[in-house]
């Protein structure tokens, strides 16, 4: 975004009234934005990741907030870049031509869904099984004592309380790990810096993905390992 006063249109595709914004957005509310947003992600960072292992007290509520705080700076990026929405990647707006009111909608419901999964791996208490592996507790677990040995989800595990905490652990953090993507991506456009293979889609797929495999893993192994601790005489 260069220093010279510029015009935009605001929510045209949302309403017969569109909302002007006339303004100079030069070097020096660039460079404090900038600065901002980095200061917030790293807030957020430390909310998140702040004994990610321990079930400390208001977690749920900090996990939230972290995500909350990446979601507002998203937000606030994508209006100082693209207030008209022209450059918005969402295909809410590039493929349907939608505004910032189905943008914002969109994000809202995201987010319930991530704060949905924290809240309800945070209510769970890993169960104690005695287990030779991590795979072996796994099995346990879901198909019972007297499983049939498979690295497949062959049949679909009736006990849904373990899952969907497992399922909501693995979806917070990979949907977080990707959410600031788009930011960083923002970032780096209004510093024009960005590389020629940065793709922001891509690369938060991959990313969250990945996370949220090795979270699946992580939260099996910490099973695994309340069912091995001794108990205390």
């Known amino acids: 975004m260069d220093s010279r006063a510029q015009s935009f249109v605001i929510g045209g595709a949302d309403g017969p009234t569109a909302i002007f914004l006339a303004g100079s957005f030069g070097e020096n509310f660039k460079a404090g934005v900038i600065i901002f947003v980095v200061c917030v992600l790293f807030l957020a960072a430390f909310l998140a990741l702040w004994k990610p292992g321990v079930r400390t007290k208001y977690r749920f509520i900090r996990l939230s907030i972290a995500n909350l705080l990446i979601h507002l700076m998203d937000g606030l990026v994508t209006f100082v870049n ?21 943008l914002f909608t969109a994000n809202l419901i995201f987010f319930l869904l991530i704060v949905l999964s924290a809240w309800y791996f945070n209510r769970y208490e890993h169960v104690p099984i005695p287990a030779r592996s991590i795979f072996d507790y796994y099995m346990k677990l879901f198909y019972g004592e007297h499983y049939k040995p498979s690295w497949f989800w062959y049949k679909i595990s009736k006990n849904y309380r373990s899952k969907g905490a497992m399922m909501g652990y693995s979806l917070y953090w990979g949907l977080t790990a990707g959410a ?30 990945s996370v949220a495999f090795l979270c699946m893993y992580r939260w099996v192994r910490e099973g695994y390992r309340c069912g091995q601790e001794k108990p205390s005489k």
Request: zero cysteines; proline letters at 6%; a negative charge.
């Open 82 to 102: 693209t207030p008209d929405l022209a450059m918005e990647g969402n295909v809410l707006v590039r493929r349907l031509g939608l505004g910032w009111g189905a």
């Open 180 to 209: 600031p993507v788009f930011v960083i991506g923002w970032l780096l456009h209004m510093l024009d810096a960005v590389p020629a293979w940065w793709h922001n889609q891509w690369i938060a797929v991959i990313l969250g993905i």
